[in-house]
């Protein structure tokens, strides 16, 4: 057995790799791993239980485009808000509706702040979609997202609004791509994950289970369709399939990583004096043997074992020769 100490620095140790990976180039508000050993072990196995055991919803926040000009923005503006006839509100908390007030929405976008013409070769605002699994109570996916605004975009002009007429309840997000300082908004890979732990983190603070885990570290590897793709496939015009699943080096070698990192987790929680480490590392166990690296791995195995010991022609042999026994013979 190990002591507590030895296991929350295991945990923190692999935890890390999981969870806060270390290459993060950008600041944000949402809690991080901090403080001291024991603290950030007990932020580590939250995370540990609300992925293999709860298997919290996973938030999405995804980038599905932007406009080039203030007519693709304006185009944007009446599809999110089925032209006016859903409530739109914008980064002043003020909320709004019908046709007139789209178009005076649009006229301050294009007048405050640098100038917007209708059509340009740079993107003028960025649209995202925040998103949670269907049965989730969509006025707190919309309070979530709200706060999510608030501290992500403060320094930017944006309009929200709520579609809860689909399965999934999900808030769409135009953001002007010019802050008022002149900063303009760059979003990348490292910002989605910030963006989708402040999410997790919001929703979290209305009640809802949320987790914002990396596919890698969930053992996954689905590509999503784009918004266009999804459109398209609604109205029968798509023509080409989305391929459903990533492939590559580059994805077996994280997976590979991620399946690492959970066997030390489990390793050490196993050797734990906690009746309840050692709980969590058999689930822990039954999570590593879904994943597809390990899958894959297994597979692997087997087909080596196969090639190592060909099959054999079996060739009949004589009878051994009787051995005296003593008492009575089974014959059943």
Known sequence: MKTGAEIDGVLVQWGERLFYPSNRIVRSSTP?????????????RRRIEATVIRRAPQVMVKVTGGGRGMGAIAAHFRYISKNGRLPFEDDRGVTRDGREALHDLVEQWRFGGAYIDETTQRREAFNIMLSM????????VQRAAREFAQAELADHRYVMVLHDHQANPHVHLSVRAESRHG?????????????????AEKLRGWGIDAEATRQRTRGQVRNYEPLWQLKAAEEGRLKTTWR??????????SLASAAEAWRRIAEGLSRSDSDEDRDLAVHVDRFIARMPS???????????????????????????????????????
Request: aromatic share 2%.
């Open 32 to 44: 991080r791993l901090s403080g001291s050993l024991v603290q950030r072990a007990a932020a580590i």
């Open 133 to 140: 699994p269907r049965a989730t109570d969509a006025l707190l």
């Open 183 to 199: 900063k303009r908004l760059n979003p990348r890979k490292a910002d989605l994950q910030r963006w989708r732990e402040t999410f």
């Open 244 to 253: 459903i699943a990533k492939s590559g080096l580059r994805v077996d070698q």
């Open 294 to 332: 390990e899958v894959s791995r297994g597979r692997d195995s087997d087909r080596g074992r196969e090639v190592q010991s060909p099959t054999r022609e079996v060739r009949p042999q004589s009878p051994a020769p009787a051995l005296a026994r003593e008492g009575p013979t089974n014959t059943r």
